[in-house]
């Protein structure tokens, strides 16, 4: 049996979280206990947005890398008292003399200038990064790296998902920051899913050898192994799989292993452009194993997952509704 | 000359600092500036020139407040240079009304919060993640996990009796200056 207190508890946090009031007595709104479910309660924001903060430990490695370049900035700073006037001087009497303009720029102004890669919808782009590693980005998809890529560092951001071919150099591990956690990387290719509306980041290392960071969690990667997080719980799974598939991602086949109907749709919203609305929520849950080509139409891969009489598409004039089959 | 030899910090240290102290910044600047990543931006170009500054600071104060003031002093100095960005002027009310001891209390409390969230049982930070931060009613969290609406409200007072165990001595700080 649960003790009176513990009940009191149980009601002051759903009236919070509910808003329902009718066990609750007028004493009861100005206790300690009231007070400290309010403050946690009152957080929420804060905590929520915690949660999309890079962690501590590659905000750390980024810092430190600005901390070297602002050094060589430094020596030149002291040279030229006002370097901004002096390069737009040096500008002025030489001309064409660009070398010189843009080796002071970073000086001047001491922003760190960010190259973005933007993926369309249904799109799939393939960049070579200044260090000769080959990314192909997926559909939907942003890439981001700063000037001092290839020299300085090897950072990139992704929201989306992509394939990397990475150049390997001991110097600068490359590291890849997606939502919540980051994966550094020794001279490998692998494929990363991270949608920032997914709440699931999807790793699969092909060759090489990666290690995977998510707060004070790491886990190391060997090739031919996926590991999966789910960011709304918190758990990290990984598991053995097919690596032939994975090696025809580029040609847009999509494999499935064990996925739910609800990530796959999330996924097809992403490469089609399309909105698409349960009948049911138990739908969602249903699991699909299987290749998905990404490159064909929507239609095709509605089709083959029909074929498997568990769902029916419907188009409609602005989204398409998933109902049950009979 | 022997103060300044024990103040000057090794890069190890400053490591141990910045770890520390990296997401209650972030969380400062958020007030201000709304996009993650330029918060984030901000926060490391102020370690950088904190860092650079080490030698020159007399800091009297921890070096964690004057962390905190810097980042919010830029973040300020920023949205009014930015005036595409604007902020709803209570909100800057609400922050002027706080006295300094308590200015960054929320933002290092949140910070103590996720960790103690980390650390409740896989079943109860299930429930309490999606009622805390998705906003699942109840009900929903019980149809979503298959679980009676009862049960969800017993998990969800385990969760909060333990977080207000685990934080109870910053809880406590915090109410005696909301009495006040």
């Not at chain 1, 996926?226 to 598991?239: A, G």
Request: charged share 30%; proline share 2%; aromatic share 10%.
């Amino acid at each position: 049996m649960k003790s009176k207190s513990e009940n009191k508890l149980d009601d002051l946090v759903s009236f919070f979280h509910e808003g329902e009031r009718e066990d609750l007595q007028e004493e009861d709104y100005y206790g300690k206990e009231f007070k400290s479910v309010e403050k946690i309660y009152s957080l929420r924001e804060k905590v929520t947005l915690l949660a999309k903060l890079k962690p501590a430990e590659s905000a750390w490695a980024e810092t430190e890398d600005r901390m070297i370049e602002k050094k060589q900035n430094l020596i030149v700073q002291k040279f030229l008292r006002f370097p901004y006037v002096a390069a737009l001087f040096i500008l002025a009497l030489l001309g064409g003399a660009l070398g010189v303009v843009t080796y002071l720029s970073p000086t001047s102004d001491e922003q760190v200038l960010l190259t973005e890669i933007v993926s369309g919808t249904g799109e799939m782009k393939q960049v070579e990064l200044p260090d000769g590693t080959n990314a192909w980005l997926g559909s939907n998809s942003i890439l981001k790296y700063n000037n001092k890529f290839g020299e300085r560092n090897r950072f990139v951001k992704l929201d989306g998902e992509a394939m990397f071919d990475v150049t390997s150099n001991d110097k600068l591990p490359f590291l890849v920051n997606i939502q919540k956690a980051s994966i550094k990387v020794h001279g490998t290719k692998f494929v990363v899913t991270s949608y920032a509306q997914g709440n699931k980041n999807d790793v699969v290392l092909l060759e090489g050898k990666v290690e995977y960071l998510r707060q004070e969690h790491s886990s190391f990667m060997i090739p031919g192994e996926s590991l999966s997080d789910n960011l709304l719980t918190d758990k990290i799974t990984q598991k053995k799989v097919e690596l032939d598939s994975y090696n025809q991602w580029k040609e847009g086949k999509v494999f499935l292993d064990n996925n739910s109907l609800g990530y796959l749709v999330f996924l097809m919203e992403q490469w089609y452009g399309e909105k698409f609305v349960f009948n049911s929520k138990n739908l969602k849950e249903l699991t699909f194993t299987g290749v998905i080509n990404k490159n064909k139409p929507l239609d095709y891969n509605l089709n083959i997952i029909e074929l498997t009489n568990k769902v029916k598409f419907e188009k409609n004039e602005n989204e398409i509704s998933i109902i049950e089959q009979n | 000359m022997e103060t300044k030899e024990r103040l000057m910090l090794t890069k190890e240290q400053y490591g141990t600092f910045f770890k520390k102290n990296y997401h209650t910044a972030c969380l400062v600047a958020l007030r201000y500036i709304p996009d993650i990543d330029r918060a984030e931006d901000m926060v490391q170009d102020v370690f950088v020139a904190l860092w650079e500054k080490r030698k020159e600071l007399q800091i009297e104060r921890n070096l964690k407040s004057y962390l905190l003031s810097t980042v919010k002093n830029h973040a300020i100095n920023r949205i009014q240079r930015d005036k595409t960005n604007t902020v709803s002027l209570s909100k800057l009310e609400i922050d002027l009304e706080e006295s300094e001891s308590e200015e960054f209390e929320k933002e290092e409390l949140s910070v103590k919060l996720a960790e103690a969230i980390k650390t409740l049982p896989p079943a109860c930070h299930n429930i309490f993640s999606l009622a805390y931060k998705e906003n699942f009613t109840y009900q929903q969290i019980a149809d979503e996990l298959n679980l009676s609406k009862n049960t969800v409200k017993t998990q969800m007072g385990i969760a909060y009796r333990q977080l207000r165990d685990k934080l109870r001595q910053s809880l406590i700080v915090l109410m005696q200056i909301f009495q006040k």
